[in-house]
């Protein structure tokens, strides 16, 4: 495996401004035909290096370009030296699933051989929440998401909006709520959450997306670890739970879609009063990339 770091720009919050990403770096030793790639979101307050053992484990063991990028307003983007810590008031998981996707973007720019077939994503907590996202926008994309102890919406606690420091219009609401967006999801879901979870409840989150899966006919498929709280200790190690999930797909599904990023898609999602539309035919410094009407 070889680990290194690069710096792209995403999407800005003011037309050319673009924002700076820093993303982690896992490549197998030895790259063929079959070396897909893995997107990896880190959780809320954390930082690129937080799922570094997965990471590791699974460059050369699953064959995957593994890429973890610090995506905006969380640690070392909000604390260059401490890497922990979030600002307020937090935009959750909107621009940051944009920095996410726009990595995997340049990523498969740089590195054209990657076979496009093989994109999986994963992520824990907010980074679930955000791999959640990124096949809503980007639809067409990864042969598997994989969320771990994850949220799947913004306000289902007063504490939870407290920690993010500002109102939500309704359609800034719906746009991060992914049961409210589930008809955009068309890629294969697998899951993972511990029962004694008191960060963010199982309940209410990945059981609630589980049986609205199930209810359309969308595959999904979960395991629950009885006692396991947000990071599923004690009941299992984070890696060893993520190698019991990724055995059941990483080796063997594809994605016989033609990916977002390569047709130039133009995706488009209600959200109320308000339409969101996505270009990836576009770059981050076109106006026309992202557009709210």
């Given at each position: 495996?070889?680990?290194?770091?690069?710096?792209?720009?995403?999407?800005?919050?003011q037309p050319n401004h673009p924002?700076?990403?820093?993303?982690?770096?896992?490549?197998?030793?030895?790259?063929?035909?079959?070396?897909?790639?893995?997107?990896?979101?880190?959780?809320?307050?954390?930082?690129?290096?937080?799922?570094?053992?997965?990471?590791?484990?699974?460059?050369?063991?699953?064959?995957?370009?593994?890429?973890?990028?610090?995506?905006?307003?969380?640690?070392?983007?909000?604390?260059?030296?401490?890497?922990?810590?979030?600002?307020?008031?937090?935009?959750?998981?909107?621009?940051?699933?944009?920095?996410?996707?726009?990595?995997?973007?340049?990523?498969?720019?740089?590195?054209?051989?990657?076979?496009?077939?093989?994109?999986?994503?994963?992520?824990?907590?907010?980074?679930?929440?955000?791999?959640?996202?990124?096949?809503?926008?980007?639809?067409?994309?990864?042969?598997?998401?994989?969320?771990?102890?994850?949220?799947?919406?913004?306000?289902?606690?007063?504490?939870?909006?407290?920690?993010?420091?500002?109102?939500?219009?309704?359609?800034?609401?719906?746009?991060?709520?992914?049961?409210?967006?589930?008809?955009?999801?068309?890629?294969?879901?697998?899951?993972?959450?511990?029962?004694?979870?008191?960060?963010?409840?199982?309940?209410?989150?990945?059981?609630?997306?589980?049986?609205?899966?199930?209810?359309?006919?969308?595959?999904?498929?979960?395991?629950?670890?009885?006692?396991?709280?947000?990071?599923?200790?004690?009941?299992?190690?984070?890696?060893?739970?993520?190698?019991?999930?990724?055995?059941?797909?990483?080796?063997?599904?594809?994605?016989?879609?033609?990916?977002?990023?390569?047709?130039?898609?133009?995706?488009?999602?209600?959200?109320?009063?308000?339409?969101?539309?996505?270009?990836?035919?576009?770059e981050v410094r076109d106006e026309?990339?992202?557009?709210?009407?």
């Amino acid at each position: 495996m070889r680990q290194f770091e690069y710096i792209f720009d995403s999407i800005g919050c003011q037309p050319n401004h673009p924002k700076k990403i820093t993303v982690l770096a896992a490549a197998p030793d030895r790259m063929d035909a079959r070396t897909g790639a893995l997107l990896v979101c880190h959780g809320w307050g954390t930082n690129r290096y937080q799922h570094l053992d997965i990471l590791k484990a699974a460059a050369d063991r699953y064959n995957l370009f593994c890429i973890a990028p610090e995506f905006r307003m969380s640690g070392y983007d909000y604390d260059p030296l401490g890497g922990y810590g979030w600002y307020m008031p937090y935009d959750m998981s909107f621009y940051q699933t944009f920095d996410a996707l726009l990595a995997l973007r340049f990523l498969l720019q740089i590195h054209p051989e990657l076979n496009r077939h093989r994109l999986f994503s994963y992520g824990g907590s907010q980074g679930g929440h955000i791999v959640l996202l990124g096949g809503i926008f980007a639809p067409h994309t990864f042969a598997a998401i994989y969320a771990s102890s994850s949220l799947v919406w913004v306000t289902d606690t007063p504490d939870r909006l407290a920690e993010v420091g500002r109102d939500y219009s309704e359609e800034e609401k719906n746009i991060r709520s992914v049961p409210y967006l589930l008809d955009h999801l068309d890629t294969p879901l697998f899951m993972e959450h511990g029962t004694a979870d008191d960060n963010v409840s199982h309940l209410t989150h990945t059981a609630l997306l589980e049986k609205l899966m199930k209810e359309r006919g969308k595959p999904c498929e979960v395991i629950y670890y009885e006692g396991g709280n947000h990071d599923l200790a004690p009941t299992i190690k984070k890696v060893e739970a993520f190698h019991a999930m990724a055995a059941k797909f990483m080796d063997t599904y594809e994605n016989n879609r033609r990916d977002d990023f390569a047709s130039g898609s133009v995706i488009t999602i209600p959200c109320g009063a308000k339409t969101l539309t996505v270009d990836w035919g576009k770059e981050v410094r076109d106006e026309g990339f992202m557009i709210w009407k």
